[in-house]
């Protein structure tokens, strides 16, 4: 079964926090007959949210894997003679913006993912930035509005927002019977019939009835535009649609659904209640039915290193091994593990692969399947699946893994620069060397955790993506490496920029006894035209006034000063610099004469092109009922907040503005006391923006005396 790779499917949950990702989850692992008893998230004891602090909080921290079969058609739970077992790789992912690296990673290696509504809150600001992750990697969705049985429950607004929100094309292929506690069942537009769902036994079985007489007309209009839409994409179907629409078929209706999903075309909607077990069956067939396998996507684009061109992989075991490595995790029994997504070609245990990174052959001892936090051994992996991989002495997220004979080096993934940092020391000097191998640990598995140490304090600082992020890591050092630590006060990363352009000339010399140095260089410092982070280097140089293999020790030199900037030693984020002219010395002058010259004159151009301080910016959005809206806003005005909008839900108003990041250390506590815990703020980080002249000098001023 496994061979055939038609039946395979690898998929991620994605969603805004609390929406109900795990829960889902959960009872997809229950009836696929993975786990025999229901794990819940607000009891701790949820499979997939295997860490003690996803348990003691009720979130998930980290994307767990599992893999599971379900026989599909089915009636519902009872297998019926046409049945096919397919496998399914499940991911599931965090929702906290803190964590958005854990999805950003995932939906990179996956084929296709369920994106979850909550019915009562709908498109909310994570599920757009997940959303927009899934556009960047063109994963094929379709999309589960969860939370019916919830007061407020409304499916029908929850499709208009993904339209209008997300931009996409969403097509119903259920309306609801019933909404908040009287939700019972759906009606399934492709069939056009209705379905209740057996109380007794947990909604594993259903009844088939006639369409209740107050939804016939909307079952009517949305069946309507299902055919319609699915007319529109499938030529043939359209020419039938025209002649007679009553006699396209089911599986005509299916094929061509499966086909736009997989080009994005649109997006399916569900709808259902994972808690209360309803609907969770009909997703399950509906990724069978309409998410792609690994043969229905283009093969896997990388690039030949040794000859720097474009080279293709398909979904073939036959094909040379291509794997890239998504995620590092440390399990206490079994070591460093190493998640691997297989995109073509087998790889045995015990046998050697080439890392395109390191350039090294690295053998793989052990070969694992998931399931969350514990690992069945296999002997053998072939195209398109994931599984984790023991036995790496050099390994990092993004890693391509290849054979050596035919290399291969695949997109790997880009992660977000961390906006906050906290100061750490340990408690005991005996923890000294504990604490570095730790932080080693800890930074193998997060790509977006940095580690600076302060050379002044000896501090050892950690920078990361929120409050929430670096909470969690200094949870872990206390908990899984029993290191006790002091913690600073929040540092914001603030950055500095250039704004205006100017030339200068600089002359580096120096004479000793002996041989000298000497550097003389002219160049132009300027902002970059096309704000993108990083220095952009442009050599005029003409007639070798500087020698060829001076030039890349100048560029060097720049690179590394934009790690100090002239106003309080933030680092520069982009810049540009255009060398023109200088001079050299036939013996004195060396590379490191022209690095040292691009330092000194870049501290010397960078103090007089208008330097100005930079701050993150958050997208702030708050949920709060009427009569605390007044509270809210005057407090995210005296935070330096700046409103950009208020949308009405119900009784209660979300409220949208841009904060700093400096501002808002504390927020959702305060909050808390504001609206007496009725609110719920969301923080995502926006962008950066220059900081207001008079804050800014005490910054700078503290930041002299720090840096």
Excluded at 235 to 259: C, G, Q, Y
Excluded at 394 to 413: A, R, S, Y
């Amino acid at each position: 079964m496994a061979k055939d790779l038609r039946y395979l499917r690898n998929i991620g949950i994605m969603a805004h926090i609390d929406a109900g990702k795990t829960t889902t989850t959960e009872r997809v692992l229950y009836y696929t007959g993975l786990t025999h008893k229901i794990g819940e998230v607000h009891e701790g004891a949820a499979v997939m949210d295997w860490m003690e602090q996803e348990q003691e909080r009720g979130i998930t921290i980290t994307s767990a894997a599992t893999t599971t079969f379900w026989k599909y058609p089915t009636s519902q739970g009872k297998p019926i003679d046409t049945t096919q077992e397919y496998k399914v790789n499940i991911i599931d992912t965090p929702g906290h913006v803190d964590f958005t690296v854990e999805v950003e990673r995932s939906l990179r290696v996956l084929d296709g993912a369920v994106a979850l509504f909550c019915a009562v809150s709908g498109v909310e600001p994570q599920s757009e930035t997940v959303w927009r992750q899934a556009d960047k990697y063109k994963v094929p969705r379709i999309c589960f509005v969860n939370k019916m049985d919830r007061a407020g429950a409304d499916f029908f607004n929850v499709v208009k927002e993904i339209k209008e929100k997300l931009g996409a094309n969403p097509v119903p292929l259920q309306i609801p019977i019933g909404s908040e506690g009287s939700f019972k069942g759906v009606v399934n537009l492709i069939t056009n019939q209705a379905i209740i769902w057996n109380e007794e036994d947990l909604g594993m079985t259903y009844q088939i009835v006639a369409i209740p007489e107050d939804l016939k007309a909307t079952v009517e209009t949305w069946r309507q535009k299902l055919v319609e839409s699915v007319a529109e994409y499938d030529d043939v179907l359209l020419e039938k649609f025209f002649e007679a629409p009553n006699t396209i078929t089911k599986e005509e209706m299916v094929a061509a659904i499966r086909k736009a999903v997989i080009d994005l075309s649109f997006y399916p909607v569900l709808c259902g209640s994972s808690f209360k077990n309803k609907g969770v069956q009909a997703l399950l067939d509906a990724v069978c039915s309409y998410l792609p396998s690994p043969l229905d996507l283009p093969p896997v684009k990388g690039i030949n290193p040794n000859t720097e061109e474009e080279a293709y992989r398909k979904a073939e075991s036959t094909e040379p091994f291509a794997a890239l490595a998504f995620k590092i995790a440390t399990d206490p029994f079994v070591g460093r593990l190493a998640f691997m997504r297989v995109y073509s070609g087998k790889l045995e245990a015990g046998s050697y692969v080439y890392n395109t990174r390191s350039g090294k052959k690295e053998r793989i001892a052990r070969l694992m399947q998931m399931h969350s936090n514990k690992q069945n051994p296999i002997t053998i992996v072939e195209a398109g699946d994931i599984c984790a991989g023991v036995g790496f002495r050099d390994i990092k997220t993004g890693d391509t893994l290849t054979e050596e004979k035919n290399k291969i080096v695949l997109e790997t993934m880009t992660f977000p620069e961390p906006v906050i940092g906290y100061a750490i020391e340990p408690k005991k000097q005996a923890d000294v060397d504990k604490l570095s191998m730790a932080v080693a640990k800890l930074l193998e598995e997060d790509p977006t955790l940095k580690v600076e140490t302060d050379e002044e304090t000896g501090q050892t600082v950690f920078k990361g993506m929120g409050e929430l992020h670096l909470e969690i890591v200094i949870d872990r050092l206390k908990r899984e490496f029993k290191i006790e630590v002091n913690q600073g006060a929040p540092q914001v990363a603030y950055k500095e920029a250039i704004t205006a352009s100017l030339e200068h000339k600089e002359v580096y010399k120096k004479q000793t006894g002996g041989r000298g140095k000497f550097a003389d260089i002219v160049f132009e410092l300027a902002p970059r035209e096309d704000d993108k982070p990083g220095l952009e280097f442009v050599n005029k140089i003409v007639g070798g006034v500087i020698p060829k293999e001076f030039i890349p020790a100048i560029e060097k030199g720049f690179t590394s000063a934009m790690s100090n900037g002239p106003l309080a030693g933030y680092p520069i984020e982009s810049m540009k610099v255009r060398l023109s002219h200088g001079s050299f010395h036939e013996v004195d002058s060396d590379t490191l004469s022209f690095e040292l010259a691009a330092r000194l004159g870049f501290k010397e151009a960078a103090k007089k092109a208008n330097p100005v301080l930079m701050e993150p910016i958050m997208a702030v959005e708050v949920m709060t009922p009427d009569e605390f809206t007044g509270a809210v806003t005057g407090d995210l005005n005296r935070r330096r907040g700046i409103m950009k909008g208020i949308d009405a839900k119900g009784s209660t108003q979300i409220i949208k503005a841009d904060v700093p990041l400096a501002e808002l250390f504390g927020y959702v506590t305060d909050l808390r006391t504001i609206t007496s815990g009725r609110a719920t703020a969301t923080l995502m980080f926006s962008h950066y923006e220059q900081v207001p002249k008079n804050i800014a000098d005490n910054i700078i001023e503290k930041g002299k005396t720090e840096n």
